[in-house]
């Protein structure tokens, strides 16, 4: 990484706990958890206890309490030491923002409170078997009970969903309405319906835990709703610009571990009598990586800064998501090329890698989704 001095000391502490976490408690333990897409149970505790999950979650009620820009310093570390525990670890981020953006003082006490302090984990309930990108064309429905709310219908592609004790749902009351008629539920775990699939055998992130959960006629207090009724579209989009700049520091990660990882390769492979690093062509390819990583950081950055200080972020975030997934892929199959034959087995970590930045092309909003978000905002 280029020297950046704009850091505070309190910021560098904290990038280097991070750093630290990831180099002797994740990289060691990352490829046989991949190799058996087996969850990391036992070092997220660890992370947990040093404050590297819930980190933008409110200090007064168990959170790290950081800036979405502090958070972002520590994630990229994470996900250099690998991404399946950075997507894993951020996970409660994304699944108690919409409790702490739209809940009252006795929700957020209710239902973020026992989760952060607890070590335990939640989920964020958007994605649907048949409605990816178009989020507000869900059909998960949620209809008056009397005393209850029911919740009926199938979310996809859940992260942390077998590990999850409370789930954060968007449901519609009518599908006509759309975006209009979405609302925000807090459904425990517990609740009778409640049904969670096997963990998807995953191309990349392997040791990030992926399920269908299914919500059979969940019974659900009323006072589980976040915010009124049709506010939860609006809620899952100001949750949305909250976690692009982590997700795009998920990226940042990735691109950063091919990147030192092709450097230092090129250094040692020999062909023609020389290090392949004395070769043009691959001075070009690092000079691409670099570049494309560090623009990616900063960008990141910028996105994370502007949310902090009340900005408008959601065009700065969606550029800053769009670029650094897609800069990832792009760093991460240029180190497999300059490792050639050896990069494409598993001997070595720069496949991993490849497979691994895939995702972040995906979740979290498609790069196709962000270009769309960033035309709008620039044309409106």
Not at 99 to 104: K, L, N, P, S, V
Not at 229 to 252: H, N, Y
Not at 267 to 295: H, L, N, P, W, Y
Not at 323 to 345: E, H, L, N
């Amino acid at each position: 990484m280029v020297p950046f001095s704009g850091l505070t000391s309190e910021q560098e502490t904290l990038r280097e706990i991070a750093a630290r976490f990831a180099a002797d408690k994740i990289r060691p333990a990352a490829p046989g958890l991949d190799e058996r897409a087996e969850f990391p149970t036992g070092v997220i505790k660890e992370g947990h206890g040093l404050g590297l999950i819930n980190l933008t979650l409110p200090a007064e009620l168990g959170g790290s309490g950081l800036s979405l820009f502090d958070a972002c310093l520590v994630i990229e570390e994470i996900a250099w030491g690998c991404s399946g525990f950075a997507t894993s670890m951020v996970a409660n981020d994304l699944a108690l923002t919409p409790i702490a953006i739209g809940g009252t003082a006795e929700q957020k006490k209710k239902f973020i409170e026992p989760i952060v302090a607890g070590g335990a984990l939640a989920s964020f309930c958007l994605t649907e078997p048949g409605a990816g990108s178009d989020a507000a064309g869900l059909q998960t429905t949620v209809e008056d009970g009397g005393d209850h709310w029911i919740v009926d219908g199938s979310k996809q592609w859940i992260t942390n969903a077998g590990h999850a004790s409370q789930f954060t749902v968007f449901a519609t009351h009518d599908r006509a309405k759309r975006a209009k008629g979405i609302s925000c539920i807090a459904v425990p775990r517990s609740s009778a319906g409640v049904e969670v699939g096997h963990h998807e055998n995953k191309m990349g992130q392997r040791c990030s835990d992926t399920c269908r959960v299914t919500f059979d006629k969940v019974r659900v207090p009323k006072g589980n709703m976040i915010g009124a009724p049709g506010e939860g579209f609006k809620i899952a989009m100001q949750t949305l610009d909250a976690s692009r700049p982590l997700t795009a520091a998920i990226a940042v990660g990735i691109g950063r571990a091919a990147l030192e990882h092709a450097i230092a390769y090129s250094k040692e492979r020999k062909q023609f009598g020389a290090a392949i690093s004395t070769f043009q062509a691959i001075q070009f390819m690092i000079a691409d990586m670099a570049t494309g990583v560090e623009a990616s950081r900063l960008l990141t950055w910028r996105s994370a800064a502007l949310y902090d200080q009340g900005h408008p972020s959601s065009l700065v975030s969606s550029m800053a998501k769009r670029m650094s997934a897609d800069t990832a892929m792009s760093v991460a199959t240029d180190a497999v090329q300059i490792f050639g034959g050896y990069g494409y087995t598993k001997e070595y970590p720069v496949e991993k890698l490849m497979r691994d930045a895939k995702l972040l092309q995906i979740y979290e909003g498609t790069s196709q989704i962000q270009r769309i978000v960033i035309g709008r905002e620039l044309l409106k």
